[in-house]
């Protein structure tokens, strides 16, 4: 008989997690990979029949690899925990697992929620990531900090569930800062091992463009304040992520590192003492 994994990534999610693993509860097995949450995640997580992994961060490309790892069934179902499994995505993707001439792989559709209401534009619906439902061996990820890029192993085309799930991509404005500052971190990383220019104006450039799309040529407007918070977002995290890329490039971050004769001074003081 066909088992279903599902591996759910998660740290700091105690608001979170419980509404995940309770929406795929009728999986075979679920993995929690955590990556040593300091509030209530894991402990969450075990209660309701998760088993926990603790897998230390070191980007998302590497963790979703080993949160696959640990999975140990022949099809795996990847769920975030801001993503809710849907009763039509469930009784879909047991169809699919349970069908040999299923395809290898499956993108699977988004529906986003902010602030009341779905978002119905700014590419937010339908919303696609990687392919979420696969069959055990089949993707593989880059060792990427952050929009992992990964490989289907597969010669056949990937599928596209008919059935949504729902994302709650943030639960308040907190959250939002809290994501542009983490992200525009890890893509400034990512950046760094690329040969692309840097600079303030490249950062201006980029941010503009990434709320100017989603908000006038994806339509986001038309989710009134949600899409232009969810727009003015994507502009703050792009643009901080080029601007940390062009202050870790260029050594402008350190005031020490660019002031030798501070230094030098501090040296002079720390002998007279």
Known sequence: MTKLSVYIIAFNEEDKIRDAVTSVAWADEIIVADSFSTDNTAAVAKSLGARVVQIPFSGFGELRNRA????????IFSLDADERCTRAAREEICRIITDPGSRDAYYVPRRN???????????????????????????????????????????????????????????????????????STLGAEKLCGSQKKSGMWTAVFHGFWAAFSLYILKLGFLDGWAGFIIAFANFEGTFYKYAKFHLKKNKLASFLDNCPEVREKDGQDAGSQ
Not at 137 to 166: M, P, T, W
Request: charged share 25%; hydrophobic share 35%; with cysteine.
């Open 68 to 75: 696959m790892a640990a999975c140990t069934h022949s099809w």
């Open 113 to 183: 929620y902010f602030m009341g209401k779905w978002i119905r534009h700014g590419g937010y619906y339908p919303d696609f990531r990687q392919p979420q439902l696969f069959r055990k061996g089949i993707l593989r990820f880059e060792n990427d900090a952050v929009h992992e890029r990964y490989e289907v192993l597969s010669q056949k085309k990937c599928g596209i569930l008919g059935s949504f799930i729902y994302q709650i991509p943030f639960k308040n404005l907190e959250e939002i800062v809290h994501k542009a500052n983490r992200y």
